[in-house]
């Protein structure tokens, strides 16, 4: 690739698709002891998928079933008033991640739709995680929460900067992003704009590399950009635009990918610098049932498309055939394909992710590795109250923490609206007629005021809805125009 001709300028403007190199650079920088460790964990996987694997044929054959309970999860969403205007305001938001929390279920679930594209000899590799994710619906202080919160930051620098340091900034509010909820117990993702990484989509901080001399616990989780969260529904939605022309990362995959790093996996090529099984040393992703892989493949070609078998260069070297007939593991949720090139986890991969949430073993059962100790993800699993709306919540609740006030109410035509400023951004204002109709509406967005007026003295008597929206939500109310 050295030298290469402008041709090639959009791939290595996606060189960093994912994170997970920036940051094991930025480590083994801060800490050459992690150069080790990262071959450690690499050189584990297989045993640790095959001991997952030697355990649910046990436990199948004590005649136990084996069932893993849903994941609760919390997006912070950090983005500039643009970027929320462009992802459709708080409703567009919150069908975004509804979005995307049924793309996680149907990826780790071997369910996902697009799974018909699998070539046939590659069908016994389509493996089911059996992970089920759910929005967080109570809070850490008990508080319900629709599953994600909201804060509009500054158009300048409009994001954050710091892969290798995996977004810290956005992960800590004295720093103008969002505090983790409890990591033990909720998966965070931050949504937000790296504006420092041409092209980087996502990175992860994996709870193996987080420890008191790498990263704070509480930065463990994921980020993605803002612009791929979800999949697409509609044409005008907009998406970040993926390396073959015509593809964009619309169909959630980012965050498949991240979450099988945020499980311990690796990418498929194992960010080897390109060695084949020939060429030493050759690392690749430390498990066997991933073929041999030289380097990221991007685009979504042949798979896809033709439904041919794509080899790359660690395919033959002259005696040894190492990617078979198999080709090499472009369609891989842990390669850097394009998204509707992405079809599947394989048996590996599932067991590696499936034994981070393993329960400690029961007598006369092999634990993980041989340890006798819970998955590292294990509390993940065992709070699904969370996802159970919390009795702590409601408009009351909303209007409390906004301090609103409508008045006067009745009124003969002007009503003032005013609320807490200090605690909640508002972007503008409806007042809609009984059947629902907008029949006016004012912009509030960068006005900084707690205090509006708006004149309703020409409309007819009766009832109207004022509805106020706010960055985390709207608060509807009903007046009398007398
Ligand atoms: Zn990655």
Same mark, same amino acid.
């Given at each position: 690739?050295?030298?290469?001709?402008?041709?090639?300028?959009?791939?290595?403007?996606?060189?960093n698709?994912?994170?997970?190199?920036?940051?094991?650079t930025?480590?083994?920088?801060?800490?050459?002891?992690?150069?080790?460790?990262?071959?450690?964990?690499? %050189?584990?996987?297989?045993?640790?998928?095959?001991?997952?694997?030697?355990?649910?044929?046990?436990?199948?054959?004590a005649?136990?079933?084996?069932?893993?309970?849903?994941?609760?999860?919390?997006f912070?969403?950090?983005?500039?008033y643009?970027?929320?205007?462009?992802?459709?305001?708080?409703?567009?938001?919150?069908?975004?991640?509804?979005?995307?929390?049924?793309?996680?279920?149907?990826?780790?679930?071997?369910?996902?739709?697009?799974?018909?594209?699998?070539?046939?000899?590659?069908k016994?590799?389509?493996?089911?995680?059996?992970?089920?994710?759910?929005?967080?619906?109570?809070?850490? %202080?008990?508080?319900?929460?629709?599953?994600?919160?909201i804060?509009?930051?500054?158009?300048?620098?409009?994001?954050?900067?710091?892969?290798?340091?995996?977004?810290?900034?956005?992960?800590?509010?004295?720093?103008?992003?969002?505090d983790?909820?409890?990591?033990?117990?909720?998966?965070?993702?931050?949504?937000?704009?790296?504006?420092?990484?041409?092209?980087?989509?996502?990175?992860t901080v994996?709870?193996?590399?987080?420890?008191?001399?790498?990263?704070p616990?509480?930065?463990?989780g994921?980020?993605?950009?803002?612009?791929?969260?979800?999949?697409?529904?509609?044409?005008?939605?907009?998406?970040i635009?993926?390396?073959?022309?015509?593809?964009?990362?619309?169909?959630?995959?980012?965050?498949?990918?991240?979450?099988?790093?945020?499980?311990?996996?690796?990418?498929?090529?194992?960010?080897?610098?390109?060695?084949?099984?020939?060429?030493?040393p050759?690392?690749?992703?430390?498990?066997?049932?991933?073929?041999?892989e030289?380097m990221?493949?991007?685009?979504?070609?042949?798979?896809?498309?033709?439904?041919?078998?794509?080899?790359?260069?660690?395919?033959?070297?002259?005696s040894?055939?190492?990617?078979?007939?198999?080709?090499?593991?472009?369609?891989?949720?842990?390669?850097?394909?394009?998204?509707?090139?992405?079809?599947?986890?394989?048996?590996?991969?599932?067991?590696?992710?499936?034994?981070?949430?393993?329960?400690?073993?029961?007598?006369?059962?092999?634990?993980?590795n041989?340890?006798?100790?819970?998955?590292?993800?294990?509390?993940?699993?065992?709070?699904?109250?969370?996802?159970?709306?919390?009795?702590?919540?409601?408009?009351?609740?909303?209007?409390?923490?906004?301090?609103?006030?409508?008045?006067?109410?009745?009124?003969?035509?002007?009503?003032?609206?005013?609320?807490?400023?200090?605690?909640?951004?508002?972007?503008?204002?409806?007042?809609?007629?009984?059947?629902?109709?907008?029949?006016?509406?004012?912009?509030?967005?960068?006005?900084?005021?707690?205090?509006?007026?708006?004149?309703?003295?020409?409309?007819?008597?009766?009832?109207?809805?004022?509805?106020?929206?706010?960055?985390?939500?709207?608060?509807?109310?009903?007046?009398?125009?007398?």
């Open positions: 690739m050295l030298g290469a001709p402008a041709l090639f300028s959009q791939k290595s403007h996606n060189q698709k994912c994170g997970m190199e920036i940051v094991k930025a480590l083994i920088a801060k800490d050459p002891s992690w150069a080790q460790r990262f071959e450690d964990q690499r %050189n584990s996987l297989q045993g640790i998928a095959n001991s997952w694997k030697n355990r649910q044929q046990s436990e199948r054959m005649g136990k079933t084996t069932s893993v309970p849903t994941i609760p999860v919390i912070h969403v950090l983005v500039t643009n970027e929320y205007m462009i992802l459709g305001g708080n409703a567009g938001i919150a069908r975004r991640i509804d979005s995307q929390i049924a793309v996680l279920n149907r990826d780790f679930n071997r369910q996902n739709a697009d799974s018909v594209l699998i070539p046939t000899n590659w016994p590799l389509y493996a089911n995680v059996g992970f089920r994710f759910g929005l967080a619906h109570t809070d850490p %202080n008990g508080f319900g929460t629709p599953g994600y919160e804060n509009i930051i500054p158009d300048a620098p409009g994001g954050f900067s710091g892969a290798g340091a995996s977004y810290s900034d956005a992960k800590h509010s004295i720093t103008g992003g969002f983790a909820w409890d990591v033990n117990r909720y998966m965070n993702v931050w949504c937000i704009n790296p504006v420092d990484v041409s092209g980087l989509l996502g990175v994996a709870r193996s590399i987080a420890t008191s001399h790498s990263y616990l509480n930065e463990i994921v980020c993605i950009h803002w612009e791929t969260l979800g999949k697409r529904v509609s044409a005008a939605d907009s998406f635009q993926g390396t073959t022309a015509g593809d964009y990362y619309d169909q959630g995959r980012t965050l498949t990918h991240e979450t099988g790093h945020f499980f311990e996996i690796w990418h498929t090529w194992g960010d080897d610098n390109g060695r084949c099984p020939w060429q030493m050759f690392k690749d992703d430390g498990l066997a049932d991933t073929p041999p030289a990221a493949k991007f685009d979504n070609t042949p798979y896809s498309i033709s439904g041919g078998t794509y080899y790359d260069t660690c395919h033959y070297d002259g040894i055939d190492t990617q078979k007939s198999l080709g090499c593991p472009c369609l891989d949720y842990m390669n850097y394909t394009d998204d509707v090139g992405m079809h599947l986890f394989t048996p590996d991969q599932a067991a590696v992710m499936d034994a981070m949430v393993l329960t400690a073993p029961s007598s006369g059962l092999p634990g993980l041989g340890s006798g100790i819970e998955g590292e993800s294990y509390g993940l699993t065992q709070n699904p109250g969370l996802l159970n709306w919390s009795t702590r919540t409601g408009v009351a609740q909303l209007e409390a923490e906004k301090g609103l006030a409508i008045a006067p109410n009745p009124s003969t035509g002007i009503i003032n609206i005013s609320f807490n400023s200090t605690k909640e951004q508002l972007t503008d204002i409806s007042i809609l007629n009984m059947l629902g109709q907008e029949v006016a509406h004012k912009n509030t967005w960068g006005s900084g005021s707690d205090y509006y007026s708006i004149d309703l003295s020409g409309m007819s008597k009766g009832i109207y809805l004022v509805r106020c929206n706010f960055v985390s939500g709207s608060i509807t109310r009903k007046i009398l125009l007398q």
